[in-house]
């Protein structure tokens, strides 16, 4: 074969890779993955913290999500979130049930409300409603062998207290220019009126999902979901059965942090679980004028002095999601990491990681440890009367390497000497109605438990659903936006990394349903403020590309073969 023929088969094969190689990476569905031009510091750290592609809608003759930034999209998104805020659709610890306590009636008045805001979705996709107050939407596809999308918030807000706390007031919205200030502006009728204006726009442009979309929004989250969001979960249950959803997404996370130059998009991949304690000590009653050396009050504070004095052991364990944090900053952070975190990360002890992490980090202790907070001490009826009855109620938020058993054990065992001190019978929780109490004890110790919540399930991040969904937040939050206030004309480094959360939403009651769980509000840092206090605000080009985020989401979603 001549050199200039060998030369033109040389070139034929190399043009076929090259179009073949094409023709697989852009295969990923129909949405187009992006590579990245930045290397990630990754010397002797094994590879932490892979990164998925950025996923960009491709090709499905819809608008692209920067169509929000055109002008009058603010100002309906003002009008929207206002409307929204304006009802005061405040849950209450003491709510009756929803046919009995007129205090649910708001949210009547709320659901007409988004039938205003929504007219298109209100025309073909008439919401179910469950438990008279929770909403379910199905927006029905037409590839049935693809598993609906999960998209869910609630519509209740915590109380607003004195309106004298407020600058204006919390159920007459105000923009300011940037932010939008009400009670709900940030938790988390942002989240719900964002979900409902992507699909109105979806709906406007004809758009006809292959993947069906339903959307769930609970209205009493604030106080547990359990009349909400739990109905809701059956309803689905019934309809679908379990493990139905491809992935589902509520409200939550830590948004997206800024550490250096790189912008971490923080997920909530798993809750800490919820343990509420109640001890009540019976003691004998008298006059004040002959009392004991130690009343019911005096012995139950020195019980709580006892636990405050032994709090839980901080762990930074692998199966922490916290760790997958550290490490991604580590990886992609390097100069803003302490020196000696790479090192403990690979081979420290995970309780003196864990110590020397919250040295200077109190904020991120509680992603750690355990959690235990007295939050209810009441007895006493009368000043010269003698106690009788003290009740004091301890909240734990559980990390994940202890269990609802190792707390009752742990307080068990603090408290049992104190009371054998002051001649107090615990009573056992297993067989309290069969104790009694002994004749030479001067009073009981009973526990009892109002209401717990394992640890949820740690949801996967290494799978594909997870690629497109880290990878959607990337396509959006890699822009910068007047929410960032940036200046660049280069995309940002986006680095998506499941965190866990203190605190626990709706997805509790949603665990069946699928195993994808994610609790993200799309939002940069700094763009919601005082989220469940005074003056709760909400910037409104964060909440715009919010929208984007949903969007986009269906959109690679509906694309997406499930490969």
């Known amino acids: 074969m001549s050199s200039r023929r060998r030369f033109g088969f040389l070139q034929s094969v190399i043009l076929g890779l090259v179009l073949a190689s094409v023709v697989i990476w852009c295969r990923f569905g129909n949405f187009q993955r992006i590579g990245e031009s930045f290397q990630p510091d990754v010397s002797g750290l094994n590879n932490w913290c892979p990164v998925p592609d950025v996923v960009t809608p491709l090709k499905d003759l819809l608008l692209s999500s920067g169509h929000f930034d ?30 009995e306590d007129p205090r649910w009636t708001t949210i009547d008045d709320f659901h007409k409300i988004l039938e205003e805001l929504f007219p298109l979705i209100y025309s073909q996709y008439k919401p179910t409603k469950v438990n008279r107050y929770g909403l379910l939407y199905t927006f029905n596809g037409t590839d049935v062998t693809k598993k609906p999308l999960l998209l869910t918030a609630h519509q209740d807000v915590v109380p607003a207290g004195p309106t004298s706390g407020w600058t204006y007031p ?173 090192k403990a990360l690979r081979n420290g002890d995970e309780e003196e990681l864990a110590a ?38 301890i909240n734990h938020r559980i990390a994940p390497h202890d269990s609802i058993e190792v707390v009752n054990q742990h307080v068990h065992n603090v408290l049992k000497p104190i009371a054998a001190n002051y001649g107090i019978q615990i009573m056992e929780p297993s067989a309290i109605a069969s104790n009694t109490q002994n004749a030479t004890s001067t009073g009981t110790l009973a526990f009892s438990f109002p209401q717990s919540l394992d640890v949820a399930p740690v949801s996967p991040t290494n799978n594909r ?22 200046t660049l004309d280069r995309p940002r480094r986006v680095i998506p990394v499941g965190d866990i959360m203190t605190g626990n939403t709706d997805t509790q009651h949603y665990w069946n349903l699928t195993k994808n769980i994610y609790r993200f509000t799309p939002a940069r840092e700094g763009s919601r403020v005082n989220t469940h206090g005074a003056d709760e605000r909400m910037r409104m080009d964060a909440h715009i590309e919010g929208i984007k985020v949903y969007y986009d989401l269906i959109r690679n979603f509906d694309v997406w073969n499930g490969e």
Not at 369 to 390: I, M, R, Y
Not at 473 to 484: E, M
């Open 70 to 99: 055109e002008p009058g999209v603010l100002e309906t998104q003002i009008q929207r979130l206002s409307a929204a805020v304006q009802v005061p659709t405040e849950s209450f610890d003491d709510n009756g049930e929803v046919d």
């Open 170 to 342: 919390p159920f007459s919205p105000h923009f300011d220019g940037i932010f939008l200030w009400g009670r709900g502006s940030t938790d988390c009728k942002n989240v719900l009126i964002g979900i409902l204006s992507a699909l109105e726009d979806l709906t406007s442009q004809d758009f006809l999902p292959k993947r069906t979309v339903v959307l769930a929004f609970g209205f009493d989250e604030e106080t547990g979901g359990y009349r909400g969001a739990a109905k809701l979960a059956q309803a689905l249950l019934a309809e679908w059965g379990s493990d139905s959803f491809e992935f589902l997404l509520d409200e939550g996370g830590m948004g997206v942090q800024e550490v250096g130059d790189v912008l971490y998009a923080l997920p909530g991949v798993a809750e800490k679980g919820y343990h509420d304690i109640e001890l009540t000590l019976q003691t004998t009653g008298g006059h004040s004028s002959k009392p004991p050396f130690h009343t019911g009050i005096g012995i139950m504070a020195d019980m709580v002095v006892a636990l405050e004095k032994h709090p839980y052991v901080p762990r930074l364990t692998q199966s922490n999601p916290f760790r997958r944090v550290l490490e991604c900053r580590a990886t992609y952070s390097p100069r803003e990491v302490e020196p000696w975190l790479k």
């Open 356 to 393: 020397r992490l919250v040295e200077g980090a109190h904020e991120e202790r509680w992603l750690m440890q355990t959690s235990q907070a007295v939050d209810v001490f009441a007895g006493g009826v009368k000043v010269n009367a003698l106690p009788e009855k003290v009740m004091v109620l």
């Open 465 to 486: 659903v997870w690629s497109v969904f880290a990878g959607t937040l990337r396509s959006v939050f890699q822009h910068p936006s007047s929410a960032s206030q940036e």
